[in-house]
C-alpha cells in the first residue's frame, strides 16, 4: 500500500528565513509520481510541482526547491526567504503510474509571521 | 477554460435532508474524484471514476453515492445528511490518458449539517 507521512504538523518561522517541509513516502512501484500542494486560507488547493521517480534532478522555482532522494524515500520542499504569502497548509501526494492511486500525506500548516 | 467546476459554494442542510454536489470539468479529463477534509484535517478520498460509467469507493464512501454517466459530470449525492458530514467537499480531475500530471481541483463546497 502507499502511503504518504509529513510528520511537521505545524511550523512557524518568521519572514525571511529558510523553511523545509519533509515529505517521506513508501511505494512497492517502481516507477511512481511526486506532488505538492499548496492550501492556502482562502481554501483553494493549488498545484505546485509533479516529480517523477526517474528524475532525482533537485528543481528550483523561484524561492521554492524540492529535493527528491530515492535512497532516503524522501521529497523535501524548501522556501527560501519565506514570506507572508506562504502561510499556507502543504500537502504531499504521491501517485502510482497511471495516476489512479492517489495518496495525499496529512499536510503541514506554515505559518509565517512578519 | 473553466477547469473543474463546482457548485454549490456553500450550503447548510439540516439532519436528514439530502442533497447533490454538482461537479463539471471541461478539460476532457477521464478520472474525477471526491475528496472531503475535516476542518484542519487532510484529505480523504470518498468516491472516484476512471470513465463514464464506472465508479468505485474510497476510504469514506458511507452515506454518499455518485453517478458518472457523462465524462463531463461527477456529482455526489449525500442522503439522510448527518453532522458528521460537515466538512469541505472537493472534486479534483485528472487527465487518466497516459502518465499523471496532478490533479485539476475545484474550489470546494463548505457543507454545514445542523
Known amino acids: 500500500a502507499q502511503k504518504v507521512t509529513q510528520a511537521q504538523t505545524e511550523i512557524s518561522v518568521v519572514e525571511k528565513e529558510d523553511v523545509t517541509l519533509d515529505c517521506v513516502y513508501e511505494t512497492r512501484d517502481t516507477t511512481y509520481y511526486l506532488f505538492w500542494y499548496k492550501q492556502p486560507p482562502s481554501g483553494e488547493l493549488v498545484f505546485l510541482i509533479r516529480?517523477?521517480?526517474?528524475?532525482?534532478q533537485n528543481e528550483i522555482s523561484g524561492r521554492y526547491s524540492w529535493n527528491f532522494q530515492k535512497s532516503t524515500s524522501s521529497f523535501n520542499f524548501t522556501i527560501t526567504a519565506s514570506q507572508v504569502v506562504d502561510s499556507a497548509v502543504y500537502f504531499c501526494?504521491?501517485?502510482?503510474?497511471?495516476?489512479?492511486?492517489?495518496?495525499f500525506g496529512p499536510g503541514t500548516r506554515l505559518s509565517v509571521l512578519p | 477554460n473553466a477547469g473543474v467546476t463546482q457548485t454549490p459554494k456553500f450550503r447548510i442542510l439540516k439532519i436528514g435532508q439530502s442533497m447533490t454536489l454538482q461537479c463539471a470539468q471541461d478539460?476532457?479529463?477521464?478520472?474525477m474524484y471526491w475528496y472531503r477534509q475535516d476542518p484542519g484535517m487532510g484529505l480523504k478520498l470518498i468516491y472516484y471514476?476512471?470513465?463514464?460509467?464506472?465508479?468505485d469507493k474510497g476510504e469514506v464512501p458511507n452515506g454518499y453515492n455518485v453517478s458518472r454517466s457523462t465524462t463531463e459530470d461527477f456529482p455526489l449525492r449525500l442522503e439522510l445528511a448527518a453532522p458528521s458530514q460537515t466538512s469541505v467537499y472537493f472534486c479534483?480531475?485528472?487527465?487518466?490518458?497516459?502518465?499523471?500530471?496532478?490533479?485539476?481541483f475545484g474550489s470546494g463546497t463548505r457543507l454545514t449539517v445542523v
Open positions: 471514476s476512471v470513465g463514464a460509467g464506472i465508479t
Open positions: 501526494a504521491l501517485s502510482d503510474y497511471y495516476g489512479q492511486n492517489f495518496v
Open positions: 516529480r517523477n521517480s526517474f528524475d532525482e
Open positions: 478539460m476532457n479529463h477521464n478520472y
Open positions: 479534483a480531475s485528472e487527465t487518466g490518458a497516459g502518465v499523471p500530471y496532478g490533479y485539476t
